[in-house]
């Protein structure tokens, strides 16, 4: 069951709240796995229960300027086996700004945030807080640049059991389409 509303509040200006109860039968649930002390992700599966509310909202002026931000938060139920949860994603949060500068150069920030399910007797995930900047320059319909800077908190998590997220980084690239 799902319901829902979509609000266009003047030109440019986009929202949607929403929410829902979903039963699914063998859900798959990222587990973590250790054996001969090696963390690895695994995989479980079991019947789960979701109550979820979720909204957007998105603005775009013209060509110029871009903003959104867009949350879910999810309330998860199995019977027995509540360990399964533990990597299950409980609020995730996305903020954007995109302004562009010139013709073809746009500046970018978008932060990420997501808290994981908390279950007895089981540590509490770290939650992820993931920020990046970047600069894209598009110089024609076929080359386009790109600077960007990843987890600008330098954040230490783990989006999947045993897979560490890169600390800082900077990527710079071209694109060539054919």
Request: charged letters at 20%; proline letters at 2%.
């Amino acid at each position: 069951a799902q319901m829902g509303a979509n609000l266009r509040l003047f030109e440019g200006l986009s929202i949607h709240l929403g929410g829902g109860y979903k039963v699914v039968a063998d859900a798959l649930f990222s587990v973590a796995a250790d054996t001969l002390g090696f963390v690895y992700s695994g995989v479980a599966n079991h019947n789960a229960r979701i109550l979820y509310a979720e909204g957007d909202v998105r603005y775009l002026y013209k060509e110029i300027l871009q903003l959104s931000a867009d949350a879910r938060y999810n309330h998860w139920m199995v019977k027995g086996q509540q360990a399964v949860l533990s990597r299950t994603p409980q609020l995730d949060v996305n903020l954007l700004a995109r302004i562009r500068i010139i013709k073809g150069l746009y500046l970018n920030s978008d932060c990420r945030y997501v808290t994981f399910t908390e279950v007895e007797d089981t540590p509490r995930e770290l939650s992820i807080i993931n920020w990046s900047l970047g600069a894209h320059y598009a110089m024609d319909r076929q080359w386009s640049f790109f600077l960007d800077g990843h987890n600008l908190l330098n954040r230490r998590y783990q989006h999947y059991a045993g897979y560490p997220s890169q600390g800082f980084n900077v990527m710079a690239g071209a694109v060539f389409k054919f």
